[in-house]
């Protein structure tokens, strides 16, 4: 067939559903690649423009607009054939030209090269994605017919092509609801990866239907007079199991391939939503359905716009798997976004929610790729996202939220807000205070309690499945974390100066330059917060800025090294990520204390009696005498050890007396025993000295007890 006959062939198909003056520029757009392309062949031997022109058949095949086609014809022009974009939108519009640029740079991305260039191309793909999601569109059918026609090209390339078809573009097709064209792209990618194991399954599978033909023709009959003798409108299809399915299957989930074969599936395709639940209630007074197999997607659709009713049946000794749904429901699970532009004219509820999923997904990824450290979080983040198996869960303002299976409430506040997820503190669930690490359950009502001033924790990291929710965690932790470390760096460096006799706010630029460089870093600012990680000594960087960068050791005594010991530095108590309480000693408002720097981790703060504490002379110069704050209100842990005649109820005594001095009891332990005496350690938290002499006092003057100490190892 000549390509003449070929692009008329096409124009036959587009005249369906575009007036003339389009196919027209979609004609001329295939006359200009034919001419860009002249002389060029594939692998195959076949000309270059075969390529194109079946691309377009794909995209027509799913009713995408002419800009999109044309598109599709020109996909290849700027990468093959020199021909600049300028030329391009001087042709045939801006729009063409920005798309066929956004499909090449697209090209152009090879994903298996090494982790961190695959990643930074993923950000790329996102970038072409946001600005016109038509760009993936065109590629997507560019990657089919690839597949479709992957046979001459030499072995190691179709590795590669089907490996990246199967990490990046399959699931990229199903995210965004394309299901014909994702499944293709699986069975091809199996097929290309694993040969012998595709033959030997799609043999199979062949043998299998042919045994089955029998049965499937009996329920097939039933389901249609059933449907009859209601006067249900409805069109019965027996539906495929996919290869690449079939052997995730037996892989994933450990299933023989004759368990996996002997479910027997079906699709109804009827007029209405009215009309699905009506069918719904018809079969299941044909068969009996399997409790806790039945799905309402049509009432909560999937995230990427699909809708349907499936139940599973038990009925003829085999089960029979159903999904239910309408003409426009089966157009949207097929093409998904593609689906948008078939009902462009007359838009119905389903597309635009479809397209408001879709543009509420990639400026999802958007908002992932301001946030990500480094593109290899990234793309962690993406894939997460890429793979959504949904839970449904409800705010309390009845308002369906979806989130991937095994999603916590912690998720659900940041899929909420950034903000909401920031100032978590809390969450009900159906109205009861729950768990922020328990994954929730589809058809939760979650609340999130929030407080000002709170902020993520980082052990949510290691419980939050949503990339949203991993990026601004670790985003926010590193913020504060930088801000943290310049504060306390700035406060021990004021204090060395101070002993020198010298103030920050009196030396020059040009001085805190030289030891900038001096110290190799980029900035003063990283100077500061490296001494608040512990990574530097203030004394030394302080001796640097008063006398010159070169002095490096402290030439005589080191008597002076507290830069002054009058002027301690003082702390709040409120532990922040740099400032940590020692867990030897459990230092508590009131105990005079000092601070050790700990290299990467700030300062970690130690009773000035505790004997972990370096002895050695160059040890003590990593000491800062701290004091404590006036007003702190935090609550501190204190270890006790209480002797005492072993009683009836005298342990209950204790806590009660605890409880009478407003302290808590975070541990209680009877560590040793005799017939006569007790020993009990308590771990009691209270605000400072004076309360913990108030809950001694109150302790020491239970009858039973002999002796009260305050534990530090």
């Not at 999923?357 to 983040?381: P, Y």
């Not at 009696?609 to 209100?633: Q, V």
């Amino acid at each position: 067939m000549s390509h003449e006959a070929k692009v008329e062939g096409l124009a036959g198909e587009l005249s369906t559903y575009l007036d003339t003056s389009r196919i027209n520029q979609v004609r001329r757009a295939y006359y200009y690649a034919e001419q860009a392309h002249e002389g060029q062949m594939r692998k195959s031997g076949d000309r270059y423009i075969t390529h194109p022109l079946a691309v377009a058949h794909i995209l027509a095949g799913l009713k995408l607009d002419h800009q999109s086609l044309m598109a599709a014809m020109l996909h290849d022009v700027i990468e093959d054939t020199g021909i600049p974009k300028d030329a391009l939108a001087e042709q045939f519009g801006e729009d063409v030209a920005e798309l066929v640029d956004g499909v090449s740079k697209l090209t152009q991305i090879e994903f298996r090269s090494r982790a961190e260039a695959q990643a930074e191309n993923f950000q790329k793909m996102t970038l072409a994605m946001a600005r016109d999601i038509r760009v993936i569109l065109v590629k997507l059918a560019d990657r089919l017919h690839n597949m479709r026609t992957l046979g001459p090209m030499p072995y190691e390339k179709r590795q590669r092509i089907a490996t990246e078809t199967l990490d990046i573009y399959a699931p990229i097709a199903n995210r965004l609801g394309m299901h014909a064209i994702s499944t293709e792209l699986e069975d091809l990618g199996f097929a290309a990866l694993h040969p012998m194991r595709s033959r030997y399954i799609s043999k199979a599978v062949a043998k299998a239907r042919g045994s089955h033909r029998e049965i499937i023709e009996e329920i097939r009959g039933r389901l249609q007079e059933k449907l009859e003798e209601r006067g249900l409108p409805g069109r019965i299809l027996g539906r495929e199991k996919h290869l690449n399915s079939i052997y995730n299957k037996m892989k994933l989930k450990q299933k023989s391939f004759y368990e996996i074969m002997d479910v027997y599936a079906f699709r109804i395709i009827t007029d209405t939503e009215d009309d699905c639940y009506r069918i719904l209630g018809a079969v299941h007074s044909l068969y009996k359905p399997m409790p806790g197999r039945f799905k309402d997607y049509i009432a909560m659709p999937k995230a990427n716009g699909y809708q349907s009713l499936h139940t599973t049946l038990f009925g003829m000794h085999v089960n029979i798997e159903i999904q239910i749904r309408t003409e426009e429901m089966e157009h949207i699970a097929n093409d998904g976004i593609a689906a948008h532009w078939m009902y462009k004219n007359e838009p119905t509820s389903a597309t635009s929610v479809n397209q408001t999923r879709v543009d509420r997904w990639v400026k999802g990824l958007m908002e992932m790729r301001e946030r990500a450290d480094d593109s290899l979080e990234f793309i962690e983040h993406v894939k997460v996202d890429l793979f959504p198996d949904e839970i449904y869960v409800f705010t309390p303002r009845g308002k369906i939220m979806e989130l991937p299976r095994g999603a916590t409430p912690v998720d659900f506040a940041y899929a909420i807000h950034t903000d909401i997820g920031n100032a978590t503190v809390a969450c009900r669930i159906n109205r009861n205070l729950g768990s922020l690490s328990k994954p929730l359950q589809s058809g939760q009502t979650v609340e999130i309690i929030t407080a000002p001033g709170a902020r993520p924790n980082p052990a949510w990291l290691s419980f939050v499945v949503t990339g949203k929710a991993r990026s601004s965690i670790r985003h926010t932790l590193n913020s504060q974390k930088l801000a943290e470390s310049m504060e306390l760096g700035r406060a021990l460096l004021k204090k060395s100066l101070n002993g020198f006799g010298a103030r920050l706010a009196d030396i020059d630029d040009a001085q805190k330059q030289v030891v900038v460089n001096h110290n190799q870093v980029n900035s003063f600012d990283e100077l500061i917060s490296d001494i608040g990680l512990g990574n530097r000594m203030a004394y030394l960087v302080a001796r640097q800025l008063v006398s010159g960068a070169e002095s490096e050791e402290p030439n005589g005594a080191i008597k002076d090294v507290q830069g002054g010991s009058d002027t301690p530095v003082t702390i709040q108590g409120t532990e922040g990520m740099l400032v940590h309480f020692a867990a030897c000693c459990k230092p508590i408002p009131g105990d005079p204390v000092v601070g050790v720097m700990d290299s990467g981790s700030g300062m970690l703060i130690h009773s000035d009696t505790c004997s972990r504490l370096p002895e050695d002379d160059e040890g003590r110069t990593r000491l800062t005498h701290l004091t404590w704050a006036k007003d702190i209100t935090d609550e501190f842990s204190v270890e006790l050890r209480v002797e005492l005649e072993r009683q009836r109820g005298v342990i209950a005594e204790v806590a009660n007396a605890v409880a009478m001095a407003d302290g808590n009891i975070e541990r209680i332990n009877v560590d040793e025993q005799n017939a006569r005496f007790s020993v009990v350690s308590l771990v009691v938290k209270v605000h400072g000295r004076k309360h913990l002499a108030r809950v001694m006092r109150r302790v020491r003057n239970i009858k039973a007890v002999t002796s009260i100490n305050r534990v530090k190892y």
